[in-house]
């Protein structure tokens, strides 16, 4: 009787290699932005690195084709270093080019996207959507243990104590801070994480999931004692604490709660809805889908332009928690996934805007070819998985026809990009 062979995994090479520390040339920036040199012949991607600088890096990691390694030092710097305005910097992994001066950061975003529209044969990129540079999220995901409040340190799980996250909005960290003072009650709840976000008016809620269950007591103290407004405790998937608040998005009527998915930038995200409405250019009899909807940030600004609107979500709460406040018959929340392979779309519809996760959103891209309407607006969080996409939009008959990115996460790697795509019909 044959039997089944033993999976073995192969102990690559790599993960034998030696560690080292040594100083490297720095060439250019990668995609992520971390430089790129090498060493003996082999790439290495190093943390904090600028091109034309000579560093002491150490390696953390190793692959077959490369090795990751830290910037200890900087020997010989570029002129574009600057000094990072947060102290947390050197320990947190929020943010990956502070020390990089702005101009030049949106000019390795504006070449990186230059280069994303040339691969796709595309158009001449409109002026990106710019904002503040710091001082912009209105949310912000922390972590606790042993009574401290803080982020979770780069490659590793350690909690690093936040006095000041410098992208965050001032009233955030004032909400931090009034936290981070409970340390007795901090250390009683363990360890866990807590959403911190701020609405309209400069409410600040809090959302907390704790990884230990607490006692009927503890629960109390949390309640009575924590400075902030709590929407939610959980352990693990258990509710323990619920109340009936909500926050409003800045600027508009979006109702949220922390922990609910939200575009982390207010004042970009006003710039964003402002182009997407240019570009899909409704007609008061249009209808139009918005995909991947969350809480209708789209949906709602669609809808004032007259047009008739379905939203659809993945996560049944944001889709109840955009039914509420609406008071329409023309936009319509349904909870549907969007990953399915067997995606039918409503027949009559004129226009797309979806906005994805980083995974993307290749099935509705195959099933918008199967059924073709007259225009799309793509937003993503990916390059990537926009290339992917829209190469598919183009080999279905779709036209790139505008595109442009805004700085959504100035500080860091990331960025949006926004692409339309026109079909004729017929
Ligand atoms: C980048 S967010 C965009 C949300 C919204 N458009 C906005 O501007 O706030 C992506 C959304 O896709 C939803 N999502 C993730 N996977 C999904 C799936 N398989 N089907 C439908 N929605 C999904 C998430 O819950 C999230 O609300």
């Not at 979806?354 to 607006?377: F, I, Y």
Request: glycine share 6%.
């Amino acid at each position: 009787m044959s039997r089944l062979r033993e999976f073995k995994p192969k102990r690559s090479k790599a993960s034998v290699d030696k560690p080292w520390q040594d100083e490297i040339l720095i060439e250019r920036l990668a995609d992520d932005g971390r430089g790129v040199g090498k060493r003996q012949g082999k790439v290495v991607f190093v943390d904090r690195a600028l091109p034309g600088e000579t560093v002491v890096a150490k390696r953390y990691r190793s692959a077959k084709r490369f090795d990751e390694a830290e910037c200890l030092s900087v020997s010989v710097p570029a002129v574009e270093r600057i000094e990072p305005e947060c102290r947390h910097y050197a320990q947190c992994g929020g943010c990956q080019l502070q020390h990089l001066g702005y101009a030049s950061q949106v000019r390795f975003k504006q070449d990186l996207f230059d280069a994303l529209l040339a691969r796709l044969d595309g158009p001449v990129a409109e002026a990106p959507l710019l904002a503040e540079r710091f001082g912009y999220r209105h949310r912000l995901r922390l972590a606790f243990q042993a009574g401290v409040l803080g982020l979770r340190a780069a490659r590793s799980h350690e909690v690093v104590a936040l006095e000041c996250c410098e992208i965050s909005q001032p009233a955030l960290n004032k909400a931090v801070k009034a936290l981070a003072g409970q340390q007795e009650l901090l250390r009683a709840m363990y360890r866990g994480e807590v959403d911190l976000a701020l609405g309209e008016g400069g409410y600040c809620h809090c959302r907390i999931r704790l990884e230990k269950s607490p006692s009927a007591s503890l629960l109390d103290r949390m309640v009575s004692k924590i400075p902030i407004t709590i929407s939610e405790i959980k352990h693990k998937d258990n509710v323990l604490y619920s109340a009936d608040v909500s926050l409003q998005y800045p600027s508009s009527d979006t109702v949220f709660r922390p922990g609910d998915f939200t575009q982390v930038n207010p004042a970009i995200n006003a710039q964003l809805l402002q182009k997407v409405m240019d570009w899909l250019a409704p007609t008061p009899d249009a209808f139009i889908l918005d995909a991947f909807s969350g809480l209708g940030n789209f949906s709602r600004e669609l809808l004032a332009s007259g047009a008739r609107v379905l939203g659809l979500e993945g996560d049944a709460q944001m889709v109840a928690r955009a039914r509420e406040h609406v008071v329409s018959e023309r936009i319509t929340f349904r909870c549907q996934d969007l990953f399915s392979d067997s995606l039918e779309l409503p027949r009559d519809l004129d226009a797309v805007v979806l906005d994805p996760p980083r995974a993307g959103a290749e099935s509705l891209c195959r099933a918008l070819v199967r059924q073709p309407v007259e225009r799309v607006v793509y937003v993503s969080c990916d390059p990537s998985t926009l290339e992917r996409d829209a190469k598919l939009l183009q080999a279905g008959g779709y036209t790139l026809e505008a595109a442009c990115w805004a700085d959504m996460f100035p500080q860091t790697r990331h960025m949006e990009a926004v692409m339309l795509f026109t079909r004729s019909q017929g």
